[in-house]
């Protein structure tokens, strides 16, 4: 690929002077041709394309590293269909640990992942983020389920076995590093019977991952029961390697601020998310993602400010 950056670099010297798209392009084609009849995939569609690809990651060292490890389709959809530096780096990021194929990241994209991993983080308690410090990396505040196709109003037991139905699609929805154990899985604690509604493990965490279904809005009793769960599954379940239990509260609902005072004084490591059995409106979530940006941004000088007032004079 030596003849490739060389190029590169001639053709954008070039392009500070000339305009793009002056024959530079179509002579570099013809070029690459005549004199290196072995190299395939040189066309003049193919070199615009590695062109943007050049431009897009120059001079970025901590991308770099990324792009060398997908192949180059799926580079070019990731360059194609994502406009910010940091929606590129996060499904780079994403493909690479999730081994997604063409196919997978094209679907995470039109399903606005990175929408909806910025604008809703995960709501974990600090216990979790504690235990397991990736642990928000690895869990979302919403899971979406649209494959399930349940009619409005169902049941828990309903849910749940859609879920198991969907198995493969719904640990695709976790995550690669999720390993499904069991439904109903039997806890007992004293002479009585207990059944967690699912059971996975996740291999980088080294953890159980207990799943309890609620098809009604998060209510903080809900917490006190999971919790008992993953007490059972530390005492009588959980190997002697592993590290402590996971317990994720899956409802069709939440708030987040009663959310956020349930788990300020949760003793386990816990979080709560929503299930989604339709796909959000995607331009809703960029528009709300360019909202989400300029607030940030108009928050920075602010502080400065803020800052500047304080300082001795």
Known sequence: ???????????????????WGEGVVEQ??????????DLKGFTRPNLFRMRQFYEAYRGEEKVSPLVRQLPWTHNLIILSRCKLPEEREF???????EQWSKRELERQINRALFERAVLNPP?????????????????????????LALPETHSE?????????????????????????????????????FRLDLLFFHRQLQALVAFELKVDKFRPAHLGQLEFYLEALDRD????????SIGVLLCASKDDEVVEYALSRALSPALVAEYQTYLP????????????YQLAAAAVPARKTRGRKGEAP
């Open 91 to 97: 499904y780079l990021r994403l493909a690479i640990r």
């Open 28 to 37: 570099l084609a013809r070029y690459i041709a005549r004199q290196h009849a």
């Open 123 to 147: 709501k974990v308690s600090a216990v979790l983020r504690q235990l397991h410090p990736s642990a928000e990396t690895i869990f979302k505040d919403a899971y979406l389920v649209d494959f």
């Open 157 to 193: 037991d309903e849910l749940q076995r859609a879920l198991v139905a969907n198995l493969r699609r719904f640990l695709c929805e976790l995550g690669r590093d999720f390993c499904f154990i069991g439904e109903q899985y039997l806890l007992q604690a004293g002479r009585e019977d």
């Open 237 to 244: 379940v959980r190997k002697p390697h592993e590290r402590p």
């Open 1 to 19: 690929m030596k003849i490739t950056a060389y190029q590169w670099r001639k053709t954008h010297d070039t392009n500070e002077t000339a305009a």
């Open 281 to 292: 409106d995607k331009q809703l979530l960029q528009a709300k993602l360019r909202e989400f």
